[in-house]
């Protein structure tokens, strides 16, 4: 019986291929093992009590449209009664991406990221939601640079339909003119044969007296309060 020659290039092959197999399994435990090891000290930066201390990015390395200065961030979160808080106040989850781009920006600027800022809708320092959630890191001066959005778009009315909760002027405004409009919907008639304009005034006020003890009463019943007062507030009521 022969015996099949021994290939040694073969043998070599197969022996490196087992080794790098192994090597290989081994590298992956590792990553795994420090991912999760990276994403809980990040996590626990995320609910840490921040501070305004600044980031020391470097600027070379840095996205010009993801740097925002604390004004522009006050005018939006105004505009669509946005709430602009510390991270441990948000309620919802946040995603592996913004995990894994946090741990980008550290590696890639060689500093560890504390101090963040989360810009989002009220409910989501109260509740579990997912309406588009902005992360910002602190780079002083009142600047904040953007590090990662996630979540649902917000309703392209959102801005008209928060106007009315502003500032108290926006308010009055509304309850002037929903009276006017449910003044006009009463029906000529209705309180006596012949309305005159004198009428209308009394139907008026009494529309106006309505409208505005239902929005006080809603208010103060809710805790509720304006948009200028509350982008900052860390308050769960203040909605």
């Given at each position: 019986?022969?015996?099949?020659?021994?290939?040694?290039?073969?043998?070599?092959?197969?022996?490196?291929?087992?080794?790098?197999?192994?090597?290989?399994?081994?590298?992956?435990?590792?990553?795994?093992?420090?991912?999760?090891s990276?994403?809980?000290?990040?996590?626990?930066?995320l609910?840490?009590?921040?501070?305004?201390?600044?980031?020391?990015?470097?600027?070379?390395?840095?996205?010009?449209?993801?740097?925002?200065?604390?004004?522009?961030?006050?005018?939006?979160?105004?505009?669509?009664?946005?709430?602009?808080?510390?991270?441990?106040?948000?309620?919802?989850?946040?995603?592996?991406?913004?995990?894994?781009?946090?741990?980008?920006?550290?590696?890639?600027?060689?500093?560890?990221?504390?101090?963040?800022?989360?810009m989002?809708?009220s409910?989501?320092?109260?509740?579990?939601?997912?309406?588009d959630?902005l992360?910002?890191?602190?780079?002083?001066?009142?600047?904040?640079?953007l590090?990662?959005?996630?979540?649902?778009?917000?309703?392209?009315?959102?801005?008209?339909?928060?106007?009315?909760?502003?500032?108290?002027?926006?308010?009055?405004?509304?309850?002037?003119?929903?009276?006017?409009?449910?003044?006009?919907?009463?029906?000529?008639?209705?309180?006596?044969?012949?309305?005159?304009?004198?009428?209308?005034?009394?139907?008026?006020f009494?529309?106006?007296?309505s409208?505005?003890?239902?929005?006080?009463?809603?208010?103060?019943?809710?805790?509720?309060n304006?948009?200028?007062?509350i982008?900052?507030?860390?308050?769960?009521?203040?909605?």
């Open positions: 019986m022969l015996l099949k020659k021994t290939n040694i290039h073969d043998k070599l092959y197969r022996e490196e291929f087992k080794n790098a197999e192994k090597g290989l399994i081994s590298w992956v435990t590792g990553f795994i093992n420090k991912s999760e990276e994403n809980e000290r990040i996590l626990n930066n609910a840490s009590e921040s501070s305004e201390d600044a980031v020391k990015f470097n600027f070379d390395l840095l996205q010009s449209d993801r740097i925002f200065h604390e004004k522009s961030i006050k005018k939006i979160c105004v505009d669509y009664r946005l709430r602009f808080l510390d991270s441990r106040y948000f309620k919802g989850t946040f995603p592996q991406e913004a995990l894994s781009e946090i741990s980008r920006l550290e590696n890639e600027h060689e500093i560890s990221l504390k101090g963040f800022k989360i989002a809708p409910k989501m320092f109260v509740l579990s939601k997912t309406d959630p992360l910002f890191a602190p780079m002083g001066n009142g600047y904040y640079y590090i990662h959005k996630w979540g649902n778009d917000l309703h392209p009315l959102r801005k008209w339909m928060m106007w009315p909760f502003k500032n108290f002027e926006n308010l009055i405004f509304t309850i002037l003119l929903s009276s006017v409009v449910a003044t006009l919907l009463v029906p000529d008639g209705l309180f006596t044969r012949k309305q005159d304009f004198s009428q209308d005034v009394m139907v008026f009494f529309m106006f007296k409208i505005a003890a239902v929005v006080l009463f809603y208010g103060f019943a809710l805790g509720k304006f948009n200028t007062a982008w900052r507030c860390q308050y769960d009521k203040a909605q």
